[in-house]
């Protein structure tokens, strides 16, 4: 099923709506869909490099407005809408865990990496963030720099590389986002228990 998913948000690529789908998937990505926007942004920008930075902008948008969505679900309804949204993807444990474990730095500190990098999944963050009432501004302002940096470096790259580029970024996205979320882990601790 996971696979046909994948291959559909793929194949909406190569419509003429292909820019609305970017904005929807972009969206949903944030709050509850399991595939991430870059397998439709991936393809558009390739074919249209002219646009990709305009591709950046709206998946970055429209990312951020779906993790403002997300945000207000874990806030106003958490038990009726977010509990069984994470129970349907198996992360209800992990999310429960992370909500009572987690303070404010480390909610936010989540929200870089997974905006960066899918770790631990975006969704799960942003609807993390408004079950501990994390401040909105911050919240938005978090998400506007992970994710924005997320698709415009994307952007920045196929523009400079194009095609070539491809199959690398489709093999290794997650090992360099999770490496550039690591050393932001790490640049975190280093400056919390330096001070």
């Given amino acids: 099923m ?3 998913l994948y291959d559909w948000t793929l194949s909406l690529a190569a419509r003429k709506s292909a820019e609305v789908w970017l904005a929807v ?4 990505e944030s709050s509850v869909f399991l595939i991430p926007a870059d397998v439709l ?17 709206v998946a970055t948008v429209f990312s951020v407005l ?11 309804a958490y ?7 994470l129970a349907l993807y198996g992360k209800l444990d992990t999310f429960e865990h992370l909500r ?7 909610i936010l500190l989540m929200l870089v990496t997974s905006g960066l990098a899918h770790l631990p ?14 401040d909105l501004w911050l919240f938005v302002i978090s998400c506007i720099v992970a994710r924005g940096a997320r698709f ?16 690398f970024i489709e093999q290794r996205l997650g090992l360099i986002a999770g490496l550039a979320a690591a050393a932001i882990i790490l640049l975190y601790v280093a400056v919390k228990y330096a001070l």
Avoid: H, N
């Fill in 2 to 4: 996971l696979r046909r």
């Fill in 25 to 28: 998937i972009a969206f949903v």
């Fill in 41 to 57: 942004f991936l393809p558009m920008a390739l074919a249209r490099p002219q646009r990709a930075w305009r591709y950046a902008l």
């Fill in 66 to 76: 779906g993790g403002i969505a997300g945000y207000f679900v874990g806030y106003y």
């Fill in 79 to 85: 038990e009726q809408v977010a509990k069984p949204i």
């Fill in 100 to 106: 009572t474990s987690s303070g404010r730095d480390a």
């Fill in 121 to 134: 999944p975006i969704k799960v963050v942003t609807i993390l963030s408004g079950a501990a009432a994390i």
């Fill in 152 to 167: 415009f470096a994307l952007a920045w790259l196929l523009r400079r590389y194009g095609e070539p580029i491809r199959g």
